[in-house]
Nanobody, 121 residues
C-alpha cells in the first residue's frame, strides 16, 4: 500500500517561498501512469488541487496558481516537492500530498496526513 508523508516548515513569512517535500513508500513515483499531486485546504474552505507531477515527470498546474507554483521530483529518494512563491496569509492551509489520477480531490487514492503551513510575519 502506498504511503505518503509531507515534510517542511510550518511557518513561512509573507513574500517568501513555501517548500514542502513528500516522501513516498510502498510504491515508486516512476511507476507508469501514476500521478502525484499537491492539494491544500485553507481554514474554513474546501480542498484545492494545486498541481501534479506524472510518472514521467510531466507537470500540470492549477491555472489560478500556475505563476507561483512549481512541482519537482527526486527519483533517487522517491520524493516529490512543492514550491509556492510570493506567499501571503491567504496561502495558510493544510497541505496534502496525494496519489491518484485527475484533479478531483474526491478521486484520489492515497493521501498523506497533511501538514499545516501558516504564513505570518
Amino acid at each position: 500500500q502506498v504511503q505518503l508523508q509531507e515534510s517542511g516548515p510550518g511557518l513561512v513569512k509573507p513574500s517568501q517561498t513555501l517548500s514542502l517535500t513528500c516522501t513516498v513508500s510502498g510504491g515508486s513515483i516512476t511507476t507508469s501512469y501514476y500521478a502525484w499531486s499537491w492539494i491544500r485546504q485553507p481554514p474554513g474552505k474546501g480542498l484545492e488541487w494545486m498541481g501534479v507531477i506524472a510518472y514521467d515527470g510531466t507537470t500540470y498546474y492549477n491555472p489560478s496558481l500556475k505563476s507561483r507554483t512549481s512541482i519537482s521530483r527526486d527519483t533517487s529518494k522517491n520524493q516529490f516537492s512543492l514550491q509556492l512563491s510570493s506567499v501571503t496569509p491567504e496561502d495558510t492551509a493544510v497541505y496534502y500530498c496525494v496519489q491518484g489520477l485527475g484533479r478531483d480531490p474526491g478521486g484520489m487514492d492515497y493521501w498523506g496526513q497533511g501538514t499545516q503551513v501558516t504564513v505570518s510575519s
